[in-house]
């Protein structure tokens, strides 16, 4: 059965860190990506990483805060955040991706195949 169980969230003062983290099982994704939702607004892109980690692409909005990487020895992805803000307040996502990328879509939700439940970062200023 593939799982992929997100944890590391919590409640943060606005400028502090995070790091999450994405344990998947049961498959190898090609590619694993970062997604984040808050309430009343669409699902939002952030990091994408693929099994090597030679290609990685992040949204505007976290590039330059937001560092993704993984450890294929433990089947895990990891999403650094820094300097966070109230903003970034949301419940985060990881997806894993069984294919590789072929169209370059990787900021799509659509193009990823499994979907932890996700995790809350809440941002108090």
């Known amino acids: 059965q593939v799982q992929l169980v997100e944890s590391g969230g919590g409640l943060v003062l606005a400028g502090g860190s995070l790091r999450l983290s994405c344990a998947a099982s049961g498959r190898t994704f090609n590619a694993m990506g970062w997604f984040r939702q808050a309430p009343g607004k669409e699902r939002q892109f952030l990091a994408t990483i693929t099994l090597n980690g030679d290609f990685t692409a992040y949204a505007d909005s976290v590039k330059g805060r937001f560092t993704v990487s993984r450890d294929n020895a433990e089947n895990t992805v990891y999403l650094q955040m820094n300097s966070l803000k109230p903003e970034d307040t949301a419940v985060y996502y990881c997806?894993?991706?069984?294919?590789?990328?072929?169209?370059?879509?990787?900021?799509?939700?659509?193009?990823?195949?499994?979907w932890g439940q996700g995790t809350q970062v809440t941002v108090s200023s």
């Open positions: 997806a894993g991706r069984l294919d590789p990328f072929s169209n370059g879509r990787y900021f799509h939700s659509s193009e990823y195949d499994y």
